[in-house]
Every structure is written in structure tokens, then in C-alpha cells.
């Protein structure tokens, strides 16, 4: 009877011992898998927190780059600007020499045509005194030395001068019959006259010459009174 006794409380020892022991593993392995669940899910945080730093980093990688094109383009931009005012500036600038270089080329062609045109009144005004002699000594001839060589000879010469005056654009004032004109004419006296009425040239004492459109010398005249 002690023998059983002994027996069953050995028995039931093995039974507590053997039900503190799956206790024991059943607790371990709830901590286990409780401990794997925390690791997964703080895994899991964490790797939701380096998508969003990441995201974060990536977006914010964005805006630089989104901010440093801006500030190109502005760049271009002002420095487009800066080029085209430069052009504009450049353009107005020379389009100012060349307005001063034509006027400056006029000028300059006017000043010259006027330089030719004084040289050469000057030279045809000192011309003029030998195209008098050369009249005055014509018509000194006499009738019947006419036909003399010498005086052909010094007709022909005359004649030949008045037609490069000409071709110059020479040309002798008209004076008698025509009204007095103090811009062609030098009046140096009166006259009476029965063909002509008061205030015409009756008389030319010296012929006047034109060079284009100016006077060379003005005709010296008798006016009707």
C-alpha cells in the first residue's frame, strides 16, 4: 500500500513536471511568435519610414531640380533680354553713323560741286576779257578785209572758243530788248530811245556771261529813261 502511494505521487510529479514543461514551451513560444509579429511589424515601420524618406528625398531631389531649371530659364531669359537690348542698341547706333555718313557724303558732294563751280567761274571770268578782244577785234575789220586769211584765220579761232564755252554750259546774257534785270544786268546810264519803251535795255556796252545758273558777269547796259 505505501508501495502504490509512493508510486502515484511519483506519477503525479512526472504529470506536474511534465505540464510545467509544456507551459513552458507554450509561453516560449508565444513570446517567440509575439517577439517574430513585433520584429515583422517594426520591420515593416521601418521600412515604411525609409520609403517615405526616401519619397521624401526623391521629391525633395525634385524640387531642386525643378528650382535650379527655373533659375535657368530666368537666366536665359535676362540674358536673351540683355542680348536684345545690346542688338537694339547696336542697330540704332549704326544706323545713326550711316544716316551721318550719307549726310556727311552729301555734304561733302555739295561743298565739292561748289568748289568746282567757284574754280571754274573764276577761270571762265578771266576767260571773258579775251572772247571781248577777240569781238571788238573782228568787228574793227573792215569790209574789204574780210576775205583776208589772217582775219578767216582769226574768226575761225574765235568761233572755236565761243563752242567750248559752250560745252562748258557758258552762255552770253540776253540784254537788249529785254526789261531791266539788276540780277543780269548793270545799267551805267540812260538813254532816250523811240523804239524801245522806259525801263528796257536799249544799248549793251559789254556782254554778260552765265556759267549753269549763276552769273559769271553781269551784262553792262543802257536803260530806256
Known sequence: MAD???REKDWEQEVQSEDNDVDNVEVADWEEETDIEDTDELAEDIEDEDCLDEEAEASSEEDVEAESEKKGFFKKREKKNKQEEKIAELTDCLKRQLAEFDNFRKRTEREKAQ???????S???KMLPVVDNFERGLSAVPEDAKEDPFVQGMDKIYKQFITELENLEVK???AVGTE???DFHNAVMQVESEEYESGVVAQELQKGYMYRDSVVRHSM???VQ
Open 115 to 121: 568748289m568746282f563751280e567757284v574754280g571754274a567761274k
Open 4 to 6: 502504490t502511494e509512493s
Open 221 to 223: 547796259v543802257a536803260v
Open 180 to 182: 531791266f534785270n539788276p
Open 172 to 174: 552770253p546774257i540776253e
Open 123 to 125: 577761270v571762265i571770268e
